[in-house]
């Protein structure tokens, strides 16, 4: 079973931030918070991964709490193109191993 | 960033027939890759881990004889769906990584069995 928990939806206006949070209340020690996303009828895309420092990429913001129970990935400035199924994964460095949980389907608005 | 490449990226077969996806590391070397099916608006499902040189790794409840898993080299695995039936139309995902980084994904592969 995934070890993840997210909003099955979220809307969000176009240019304003989306915060998609995720539940990780399991996450062992050494285990690696990942975040993809999927498009329709393609293969997730990564977007970001941290283990416990709050994490920043041309993408996206990565905020993970001090006990590390939860996360929020923030895109700051969403665009039509950021429509997309948003993954949460909580799984060890190197072993590329995920279990998927149901996902956040993010609708981005004009 | 590191490629993984699938295919076909579609195939239609007749039932009964056996069709054959790959996947590939175009830029890196794997020992392991996994396979994931993915039916509409569902989340991904992982299948199997493909282990270069040995067997396949299964999850529970995944037929083994009907999804055939080859990792001859450290470059491509295979994923043949034997003897295909319409309820094994799905899209079907395969994932690899390298050293200490984020697992990459192929571009899927969409199954339809007529």
């Known amino acids: 079973d995934a070890k993840t928990t997210q909003p099955p939806s979220m809307d969000c206006a176009e240019g304003r931030a989306a915060n998609l949070p995720c539940n990780h209340s399991?996450?062992?020690?050494?285990?690696?918070v990942y975040w993809y996303r999927q498009i329709h009828s393609q293969g997730p895309q990564y977007i970001i991964h941290?283990?416990?420092n709050n994490e920043t990429n041309e993408m996206a913001s990565l905020i993970i709490t001090e006990d590390r129970k939860s996360s929020t990935l923030i895109l700051p400035h969403a665009t039509l193109r950021d429509t997309a199924v948003y993954y949460c994964?909580?799984?060890?460095?190197?072993?590329?191993?995920?279990?998927f949980g149901t996902g956040t389907r993010l609708k981005v608005l004009a | 960033g590191a490629v993984v490449s699938q295919h076909p990226s579609r195939v239609i077969c007749k039932s009964g027939t056996s069709v054959k996806i790959e996947c590939r590391s175009l830029?890196?070397?794997?020992?392991?890759m996994f396979w994931y099916r993915q039916f509409p608006k569902k989340s991904l499902m992982l299948m199997a881990t493909?282990?270069?040189?040995?067997?396949?790794?299964?999850e529970q409840g995944v037929e083994k004889d009907k999804f055939l898993i080859n990792h001859a080299s450290l470059t491509l695995s295979t994923l043949t769906v034997t003897s295909a039936h319409p309820e094994d139309s799905s899209f079907y995902i395969c994932?690899?990584?390298?050293?200490?980084?984020?697992?990459?994904f192929g571009q899927g592969t969409r199954l339809t069995v007529v």
């Open positions: 994932s690899a990584g390298q050293g200490d980084t984020e697992a990459f």
């Open positions: 399991t996450i062992s020690g050494n285990e690696y």
């Open positions: 941290g283990l416990k």
């Open positions: 994964i909580v799984s060890l460095s190197g072993t590329y191993k995920y279990i």
């Open positions: 830029d890196f070397q794997a020992t392991t």
């Open positions: 493909s282990n270069e040189g040995s067997k396949a790794t299964y």
